[in-house]
Structures are given as structure tokens and as C-alpha cells.
């Protein structure tokens, strides 16, 4: 009698582990809601668009470059790089990405070598495919991208609710949306936030754990692909495969950890980089490899606006400084990776789940922070982690507004200087508001990597109640 119920108790924790986790109250919409959401963040995107598309035309030269004001970009903060690169990387020229590239003798990527990872590489190369001038790459450019926003604030309403209004209705996107091409890797980076927790098909969380986590890893994977950072979400998603999930609820009856999951994990991720890289490594090296040379070289100057150019300016002109930063920026990255991780560890110690979203968000603060390059359009990678996360909107208000000062400030003050006007950083409005937005950020970030790792997801999942058990 007492082993038959011990046994039914078993089989009781199995299918509980099984069941899917209900959103907490509050957080899911109707679809009229998630539609309304959706159409929020596409006229979002079209600002966005309209922003940057005033930076184009009326005329264009024989490259199909605008022939208009250079300053313009500068003067009216229309600046976008997908505009700028149209003739720097040979896209006019429509040449396939990477396969003939090279760096020539001065470190200057050549014959259609870019600098961003592979796929989005490919993205690079495909916005280009009917158009004859920068206007209309910029174009087919954000008709190319535009998806990915919409995905991902569809994405994060399915997961917290009217939350994902700070994605779907925020600066950020009218300022980056259309900068770069960041807008897919924060889609793959959310997606897998999203398969792991809610899974998919008609299934949903219902799927073995460690096949929600395997997909979740591989998403990861495809956005380390896009842009690098997805990538660095790969470890706390191991150590919550490892430490068994919410409430270590997908564990093995017995097991203290799952190391063959967390090693799934990793491959999966490994896997889907190698794959995606491999045909771009074998058909031209010196182009695949080229984008990660030129990244390293990279010198912390006006460009890349991080605290290493502004904290030793203005002695970045020299080598040695140069040096000295790139030494110091990859070890201080590592080591607030190292701190997130372990301050999650703690917090798994003690409440028994890892937090593996807050220990991403924090890490990504920490990158963005001690990387030595900081491009205006990385808030975009930070913006769904303020939708995830229950942190107060306090936080996010402030970063908005350090980062509009900055994204702003920075072409404003270029202009100041060209024109004539002003030409030190303690010259005029412009100047000032690059000093708010460099040091406010920084602050905030410090303060966010605190406030990230003690605080909880939006999307906090509240067990489903177990079956009932009946004596024997």
C-alpha cells in the first residue's frame, strides 16, 4: 500500500513537471489586443523609416549616393549606417558578402567583405537586390527588417501583455529601428526567451523541457549569426538546463542537476554557428575571417562613443592607449559575465530557480558598458531585456532619456563642429547633452545590472495545481 502510493506520487511529480505554466494575471491579451499592439509597433517602425528617410534624395550622383547637404545627416539626426554603407562596402555594386572580401594593407574592408556577422551579411547583400541608390536600399532595407520588429513586439505581448509597449511604442525604435541592421537578432534573442517558456505548435509548453531548451539554444545560436551578443545568453541558459528549470521542476526524479541537458544546450548553440558559418569559411576565408579582424582592430574613438574613448580622451590617438583598451575592455567584459553568472547562482541557492533572462540582461549590461564600442542603435538589444524583466519603469524612463541625450547629442555636436560654431566637448548644448547621455548611460547601466539581477521576469510563470492524488 505505502509503495503503490509512493509510486502514484512519482508518476504525480512527472506530469506535473509536464504540464505548461500559466502567465501570471494580468499579462495575456486578446487577440484584438495583440493585433492592436502589433499595429502600434508597426507605425512605430514607419516613424522609424520616415526618420532616417529624410537623410535621402531628392538627387543622387553616379553611384546612386544622395548629392544633397553632407551635413544633414549631422544637422537633423537622420544619420543611419544602412544609408552610409551603400557604396563603402560595394553593396551598390550588389557583390555577395564575404566570398571575394579581403582587408587590404590599411585595414580597410574590400571586394564586398562586411563586418557584421554572416547572416546578416546576407541581409546586407539581399536589401540591396532592386535597388539603384541609397534611398532605395534604405527602402527595401526596412521593408527587409520591419518583420523582425513586428515579430518581436508580437512575441513580447504574447508574453507580458501591454508591457511590450515599451518595445512597440518606444524612442528607440524610431531613433535605431532603421540604423542598422539590428532588429533580427533582437527577434531571434526574444524567440528563444519565448520557446523555452511558452514552446510552440499546438503542444506549447507542454514539450520536454529539454527540447524547449534545445530549440531555445539554437535560436540563440542563429541570432549569435545575426549580431554577436544573443550568443552570450547561451550560458545562463545552461545553467538553467543544468539547475533543472523553474522550480527545478525538469529534472529527473533524483537528479540534483541535468549536465546532459546543459550540454545540449551548448552544442545546439555551437552547432547552428558553425553551420551557418562554414559555407562563408570554405568559400572565402579571407572575407569570413576579415569581419573579425576588422572588429578587433577597431580603435575606441568619437565612433564608437563608449566610456574607454571618453574616459582616456584625449590621449586615444595614441597606440599605446589603444592598446591598453583593447586589452582591458575584453577582460572587463568577461569578468562582469563572470560576476552575473555567479550572483545568479546565488539567487538559485536560495529560491531554487536560476534566473537565467536577469542573469542575460545583466551580462548584456555589462557588455554594452565595458565593450570599447558603444553604437547608438545597441539599445535596440536592450529594450526587450526592460520588457522581460519586471524592473520599475523608472529605469527604463531614465535610459531613454541618457540615451536620446546621446543618440541625439553626438550628430548635433559633429554638425556644431563642422560648421564652425563650437568645437570642445564643453562648448554648447549639443556638447553637454553627449556628456549627460555618455556618463548618464554608464550610471544606468551599473544601476541596471544590479536591478536586473534582483528582479523577477514580467512574465513570472505560476505552477498549474498537481492531479490529485487518491489512497490505494
Not at 575571417?289 to 563608449?306: C, H, K, L, M, Y
Not at 536560495?350 to 558603444?374: D, N, Q, R
Request: charged letters at 15%; glycine letters at 10%; one cysteine or more.
Amino acid at each position: 500500500m505505502t509503495g503503490a502510493r509512493e509510486e502514484r506520487a512519482e508518476v504525480a511529480k512527472m506530469d506535473f513537471a509536464a504540464q505548461p505554466a500559466r502567465p501570471t494575471a494580468g499579462s495575456k491579451l486578446t487577440a484584438a489586443a495583440l493585433a492592436a499592439l502589433t499595429a502600434l509597433c508597426a507605425l512605430t517602425l514607419t516613424l522609424g523609416f520616415l526618420n532616417k528617410d529624410r537623410c535621402t534624395g531628392p538627387s543622387f550622383d553616379s553611384q546612386g549616393r544622395t548629392q544633397t547637404d553632407s551635413q544633414r545627416p549631422f544637422r537633423d539626426w537622420c544619420y543611419s549606417d544602412i544609408q552610409s554603407l551603400w557604396v563603402a562596402r560595394d553593396i551598390d555594386k550588389h557583390t555577395f558578402p564575404y566570398i571575394s572580401g579581403s582587408l587590404d594593407e590599411s585595414g580597410n574592408l574590400t571586394g564586398g567583405a562586411i563586418e557584421y556577422p554572416v547572416l546578416t551579411g546576407v541581409l546586407v547583400w539581399l536589401g540591396a537586390t532592386f535597388a539603384s541608390n541609397d534611398a532605395q536600399y534604405l527602402m527595401y532595407s526596412a521593408i527587409l527588417l520591419a518583420p523582425f520588429g513586428l515579430l518581436t513586439g508580437w512575441l513580447l505581448g504574447r508574453l507580458t501583455g501591454w508591457r511590450a509597449l515599451l518595445w512597440a511604442f518606444g524612442p528607440p525604435l524610431i531613433l535605431y529601428a532603421f540604423h542598422n541592421w539590428d532588429l533580427p537578432a533582437a527577434a531571434a534573442a526574444v524567440a528563444a526567451v519565448y520557446v523555452l517558456h511558452r514552446g510552440w505548435g499546438k503542444d506549447e509548453a507542454s514539450r520536454p523541457f529539454r527540447q524547449r531548451a534545445v530549440a531555445s539554444s539554437v535560436l540563440l545560436g542563429l541570432g549569435c549569426a545575426l549580431k554577436l551578443y544573443p550568443g552570450i545568453f547561451v550560458l545562463p541558459l545552461m545553467f538553467y538546463v543544468f539547475t533543472g528549470g523553474q522550480e527545478r521542476r525538469g529534472l529527473a526524479p533524483g537528479r540534483r542537476y541535468d549536465a546532459r541537458g546543459a550540454a545540449q544546450v551548448a552544442l545546439a548553440a555551437l552547432g547552428t554557428v558553425a553551420l551557418v558559418n562554414l559555407p562563408f569559411a570554405i568559400l572565402g576565408f579571407d572575407g569570413w575571417r576579415a569581419s573579425f579582424i576588422f572588429q578587433g582592430q577597431r580603435n575606441a574613438d568619437i565612433s564608437t562613443n563608449s566610456i574607454w574613448y571618453w574616459a582616456f580622451r584625449p590621449d586615444t590617438d595614441r597606440p599605446e592607449v589603444q592598446h591598453l583598451i583593447g586589452t582591458l575592455s575584453p577582460i572587463a567584459v568577461l569578468l562582469s559575465f563572470v560576476l552575473a553568472c555567479a550572483i545568479g547562482w546565488r539567487r538559485y541557492r536560495h529560491e531554487g530557480t536560476y534566473p537565467w533572462i536577469g542573469v542575460s540582461a545583466s551580462m548584456l549590461c555589462g557588455f554594452l558598458l565595458l565593450h570599447k564600442v558603444h553604437s547608438p542603435q545597441y539599445t535596440i538589444w536592450l529594450v526587450p531585456m526592460f520588457v522581460l524583466m519586471r524592473i520599475r519603469l523608472g529605469w527604463v524612463v531614465a535610459y531613454y532619456v541618457a540615451d536620446a541625450a546621446i543618440g541625439i547629442g553626438i550628430f548635433r555636436w559633429f554638425n556644431s563642429q563642422v560648421d564652425g560654431r563650437y568645437s570642445g566637448i564643453y562648448e554648447g548644448f549639443a556638447a553637454q547633452a553627449v556628456m549627460i547621455g555618455v556618463w548618464g548611460r554608464a550610471a544606468l547601466l551599473v544601476g541596471l545590472f544590479v536591478a536586473f539581477l534582483s528582479s523577477k521576469p514580467a512574465f513570472e510563470e505560476i505552477p498549474a495545481a498537481p492531479p490529485a492524488l487518491h489512497s490505494v
